[in-house]
T-cell receptor
Framework: QQQVKQSPQSLIVQKGGISIINCAYENTAFDYFPWYQQFPGKGPALLIAIRPDVSEKKEGRFTISFNKSAKQFSLHIMDSQPGDSATYFC??????????FGTGTSLTVIP | ETGVTQTPRHLVMGMTNKKSLKCEQHLGHNAMYWYKQSAKKPLELMFVYNFKEQTENNSVPSRFSPECPNSSHLFLHLHTLQPEDSALYLC?????????????FGSGTRLTVV
């Protein structure tokens, strides 16, 4: 059973637009929710992360929205740029346990 | 050199070959991991090492054999692989297992089994 479900699989956004990627989970023991960004030929790199005690975290153009009751969290990329074109993975973990990753979203930002 | 370094970056091997993947981290971390990344699938955790000791093996076939001689180096020995084993193999490290902060991935080895 997939622990973290991610959608959409691919996303095309115009430059300057908002990119939104969604993830859902079932395990209420999860207490850490990171997003990773992966460029071709590179490994995933931590982009931003959130804990369930807050509903939103913002770093520059990247924002995580977290809905604990719905067991969902999402990544919003404001003012999307061509340099943001990459694959994005959500993940979840419970303290002391392994990460569970989503299947990834391939984002293409069109100039 | 900093971060997590993986070699080789690309590897093509026949099903009867034996090869090894290498991972080295310069972050002072104590835990190291091997992941398999296949298209349209979640990253699959294969092995976990904590202070050189293997703490987790996620039902990985015996044709994959990990080795961790010290906290900075991790190897994945490969033998008699199958075409479905073709994937990107990622190494990662962290301060210790279960602590998600500072989880750092290498750039991976793209493995093709022919």
């Amino acid at each position: 059973q997939q622990q973290v479900k991610q959608s959409p699989q691919s996303l095309i956004v115009q430059k300057g637009g908002i990119s939104i990627i969604n993830c859902a989970y079932e395990n209420t023991a999860f207490d850490y929710f990171p997003w990773y960004q992966q460029f071709p030929g590179k490994g995933p790199a931590l982009l931003i992360a959130i804990r369930p005690d807050v509903s939103e975290k913002k770093e520059g153009r990247f924002t995580i929205s977290f809905n604990k009751s719905a067991k969902q969290f999402s990544l919003h990329i404001m003012d999307s740029q061509p340099g943001d074109s990459a694959t994005y993975f959500c993940a979840a973990s419970a303290t002391g346990n392994q990460f569970y990753f989503g299947t990834g979203t391939s984002l293409t930002v069109i100039p | 050199e900093t971060g997590v370094t993986q070699t080789p970056r690309h590897l093509v091997m026949g099903m009867t070959n034996k090869k090894s993947l290498k991972c080295e981290q310069h972050l002072g971390h104590n835990a190291m991991y091997w992941y398999k990344q296949s298209a349209k699938k979640p990253l699959e955790l294969m092995f976990v090492y904590n202070f050189k000791e293997q703490t987790e093996n996620n039902s990985v076939p015996s044709r994959f054999s990990p080795e961790c001689p010290n906290s900075s180096h991790l190897f994945l020995h490969l033998h008699t692989l199958q075409p479905e084993d073709s994937a990107l193999y990622l190494c990662a490290s962290s301060q210790k297992p279960g602590v998600p902060y500072g989880y750092t991935f290498g750039s991976g080895t793209r493995l093709t089994v022919v």
